[in-house]
C-alpha cells in the first residue's frame, strides 16, 4: 500500500510506552513487536519540544513525554501500540 511512496511528515507512534535511555552500542533500529500493531525502536531524540525521534534516518513523533533524563541528541528505547501515517495504522 505504501511501497515507493516518500513520506513527506514523520510517522506518529501511538500509545508510546516503555521509554528508558539506551546502555547498548548507539545505531538506530526497529523491529516489530509479538503483539498486533506493536513496534519496538531505539533512535536519538531529535526534538524534544515536538516529540521527534530519529530512528536511522526515519524521523517518528511520539504522542506521549519524555522522561527528563533524555536530552536532544541522546539515544533511547520505545515501544507504541500503533505506527500511522497519515492517519492510517501500519501493520
Do not use: H
Not at 525502536?41 to 530519529?54: C, I, K, Q, R
Not at 511520539?62 to 528505547?77: Q, S, V
Amino acid at each position: 500500500m505504501f511501497e515507493g511512496n516518500v513520506l513527506q511528515q514523520p510517522l506518529a507512534a501511538r500509545e508510546a510506552v516503555a521509554f528508558s535511555t539506551t546502555e547498548r552500542e548507539p545505531r538506530g533500529s526497529w523491529q516489530k513487536s509479538l503483539c498486533a500493531w506493536s513496534y519496538n525502536f531505539v533512535g536519538t531524540l531529535v526534538d524534544a519540544s515536538m516529540g521527534l525521534v530519529d530512528v536511522d534516518g526515519l524521523l517518528i513523533e511520539i504522542d506521549a513525554d519524555l522522561p527528563g533524563n533524555i536530552g536532544e541528541g541522546e539515544w533511547f528505547e520505545f515501544t507504541c501500540d500503533r505506527l500511522d501515517v497519515d492517519g492510517e495504522t501500519l501493520n
